[in-house]
């Protein structure tokens, strides 16, 4: 069956690195994805990687894939305060159908 | 920008009144729209498929006929929730795109408190 996994909180200091690690069971998963909620609000996609890459960066924040372990990971670079939020794996079976989430990591970013 | 909008942002409402959620796609067409359901502190629930033309596809344990769904046109899907009771208050949100590889966007949510 699908499910993905993530670890629920993170905490890092503000200037720190912060990585949050997502797995995932569905090998045949297309697309992978990282969105940000912050409190109250809607989902923001962050970035998203096709199952042929393996790695993507885009300003601060860089993603790793490992196709094989099924791993997935969210790196950002000098973590800010407002980087606060929680941060959601989501992956894609097939073009055009639902996503699957995790249940969120709580990043706590402290000054 | 948005590329999905959603509205409204915040409905509250008494127990026994319809509300209806709009999803639009602001720069693209949709034939395939998403809605979520999300409980505090909890992750995104797939609640229903909305396919433009024809009938939405629900999740096991979605009531048809509590949380309606109409996608009319390329560019907007409707969620009315019927007769909302207090156990309906969540926040709701749509999704659209993931064609043609591209990434899906999501809508801002509606959250729905039902006294």
């Known amino acids: 069956g699908e499910d993905v996994e993530q670890s629920l909180f993170l905490s890092v200091r503000e200037g720190d690195s912060s990585v949050i690690n997502c797995t995932y069971t569905d090998s045949s998963s297309t697309y992978l994805y990282w969105y940000k909620q912050e409190p109250g609000a809607g989902l923001q996609l962050l970035t998203y990687i096709f199952s042929n890459m393996d790695m993507k960066q885009d300003q601060r924040l860089t993603v790793l894939l490992n196709k094989k372990d099924k791993h997935l990971s969210l790196r950002i670079a000098d973590t800010q305060t407002g980087d606060s939020a929680i941060y959601f794996c989501a992956e894609s079976i097939k073009t055009g159908t639902a996503l699957i989430f995790g249940k969120g990591t709580t990043l706590s970013v402290s000054s | 920008g948005a590329v999905v909008s959603q509205h409204p942002s915040r409905v509250i409402c008494k127990s026994g009144t319809s509300v209806k959620i709009e999803c639009r796609s602001l720069?693209?067409?949709?034939?395939?729209m998403f809605w979520y359901r999300q409980f505090p502190k909890q992750s995104l629930m797939l609640m229903a498929t909305?396919?433009?033309?024809?009938?939405?596809?629900?999740e096991q344990g979605v009531e048809k006929d509590k949380f309606l769904i109409n996608h009319a046109s390329l560019t907007l899907s409707t969620l009315t929730v019927t007769s909302a009771h207090p156990e309906d208050s969540s926040f709701y949100i749509c999704?659209?795109?993931?064609?043609?590889?591209?990434?899906?966007?999501f809508g801002d949510g509606t959250r729905l408190s039902i006294l």
């Open positions: 909305s396919n433009e033309g024809s009938k939405a596809t629900y």
């Open positions: 999704s659209a795109g993931g064609q043609s590889n591209q990434p899906q966007h």
């Open positions: 720069d693209f067409q949709a034939t395939t």
